[in-house]
């Protein structure tokens, strides 16, 4: 859920703080109330945005918009079938992690920064449609 499995860790670390700024427990009580709304809205706004972002794609006239998340997740599925349960019912899964552990970390990021780079590009290029 992102964010919001940190809140309360958060708000555990705050809360102090605002015991010696704020020495009002009401007080205190309603900013911890206003700071955990302020991130449940911020989520909820993040949540919404991503969906209209996944609505768009699969709305979309491009194949390649409207068929990347898709192929993407089918990828994702292969692989970890493959690691986690067809390789070692084959004997083979301490090589596949090996293999793994063999990639360099630069092509991991790579492969991270060229979904994150087209999460982003297709969210700037929604967003732009909608200002027209």
Same mark, same amino acid.
């Given at each position: 859920m992102?964010? #919001?499995?940190i809140?309360?860790?958060?708000?555990?670390?705050v809360?102090?703080?605002?015991?010696?700024?704020?020495?009002?427990?009401g007080q205190?009580? %309603?900013? %911890?109330?206003?700071?955990?709304?302020?991130? #449940?809205?911020?989520q909820?706004?993040?949540?919404?945005a991503?969906?209209?972002? +996944?609505?768009a794609?699969?709305?979309?006239?491009?194949?390649?918009?409207r068929n990347?998340?898709?192929?993407?997740?089918f990828?994702? #599925?292969?692989?970890?079938?493959?690691?986690?349960?067809?390789?070692? +019912?084959?004997?083979? %899964?301490?090589?596949?992690?090996?293999?793994?552990k063999?990639?360099?970390a630069?092509?991991?990021?790579?492969?991270?920064?060229?979904?994150?780079?087209? +999460?982003?590009?297709?969210?700037?290029?929604?967003f732009?449609?909608?200002?027209?």
């Amino acid at each position: 859920m992102g964010f #919001l499995t940190i809140l309360p860790a958060l708000l555990s670390t705050v809360g102090p703080i605002l015991q010696r700024i704020i020495p009002d427990e009401g007080q205190r009580a %309603q900013v %911890q109330a206003e700071l955990q709304r302020a991130a #449940l809205d911020q989520q909820s706004d993040l949540n919404r945005a991503m969906a209209e972002v +996944m609505k768009a794609d699969a709305a979309s006239e491009s194949p390649w918009a409207r068929n990347a998340r898709p192929a993407t997740v089918f990828w994702a #599925l292969a692989m970890i079938t493959w690691v986690g349960v067809i390789s070692p +019912m084959l004997g083979l %899964q301490a090589e596949v992690v090996a293999a793994l552990k063999g990639v360099p970390a630069e092509l991991w990021s790579l492969l991270s920064v060229g979904i994150g780079a087209y +999460m982003l590009a297709r969210s700037v290029d929604k967003f732009i449609d909608t200002k027209k």
